[in-house]
């Protein structure tokens, strides 16, 4: 039973560049979330997507934009990246996009902004 | 801004000791999750508190789920080195969506 999956592990950008990055939520799981986590810091939650729709969004600016495909998985991308865009990016996966389901995170893509 | 305040924010002890670490909310969630978090890793999910007053023991943990739902505790017995992590508390308000606090970081010294 394969849990969630994100690619890249790492990655490096500089200032100014766009990136892409992807999720892949467990099986059976049907709504992803994405959440920023700086160092030192909790997770901040960016935002949420079910039936390929954006359902709940943080206090994120308009650079951040995500995709979920047919299948569930799911694309974050930031444009126009900042220095302080550096963090962890976590995506987390549920069964459906309210209650109390249990969410299960990825390991994550770290992000260097250089 | 932090919904959740942990408290101790770091906490170092001798293996065999027991720990209590803390999770304090103004609000009231629905439910309130404890994950762990080691380096390089995302954090792993270990309960789920539902119920005000709820308590879950899995293994040496304990969670307490507040009467208000607004806070929650975690209580280690024996604590053994992999304890060792970060602890994280997250609340939801019934849409999925977590607020998590910044974590208890704690050191199990053998």
Same mark, same amino acid.
């Given at each position: ?11 490096? !950008? ?12 467990? +099986? ?8 920023? /986590? ?53 995506? $987390? #996966? ?17 992000? =260097?902004?250089? | 801004? /932090? ?8 906490? #170092? ?11 304090? #909310? +103004? +609000?009231?969630?629905? =439910? ?23 308590? !879950? !023991?899995? !293994? ?12 929650? #505790?975690?209580?280690?017995?024996? $604590? ?9 508390? $997250?609340? +939801? ?5 977590? $607020? ?11």
């Amino acid at each position: 039973d394969a849990g969630v999956t994100q690619s890249p592990t790492h990655l490096i !950008k500089t200032r100014g560049q766009q990136v892409t990055l992807r999720c892949s939520p467990k +099986s059976g799981h049907d709504t992803v979330s994405w959440y920023q /986590q700086a160092l030192g810091q909790g997770p901040q939650f960016i935002f949420q997507y079910y039936e390929e729709e954006e359902r709940q969004r943080g206090n994120f600016p308009d650079r951040f934009s995500g995709h979920q495909f047919p299948n569930y998985s799911s694309e974050l991308n930031v444009n126009a990246l900042l220095l302080g865009d550096s963090a962890l990016y976590l995506c $987390a #996966s549920s069964w459906g996009p309210g209650g109390n389901q249990p969410q299960h995170f990825g390991d994550g893509t770290r992000l =260097s902004i250089l | 801004t /932090q919904l959740l305040e942990q408290s101790p924010q770091f906490l #170092s002890i001798q293996e065999g000791e027991n720990l209590t670490v803390y999770c304090n #909310s +103004s +609000s009231v969630f629905s =439910s309130l999750q404890w994950y762990r978090q080691e380096p390089g890793e995302g954090p792993v999910l270990l309960v789920t508190v539902v119920t005000g007053g709820e308590v !879950k !023991k899995l !293994k040496r943990l304990t969670f307490q789920f507040g009467d208000a739902r607004k806070d929650s #505790s975690l209580h280690i017995t024996a $604590a053994q080195t992999g304890d060792t992590g970060l602890y994280l508390c $997250a609340g +939801s308000y019934g849409n999925n969506r977590l $607020a998590f606090g910044k974590g208890n970081q704690v050191v199990v010294i053998p």
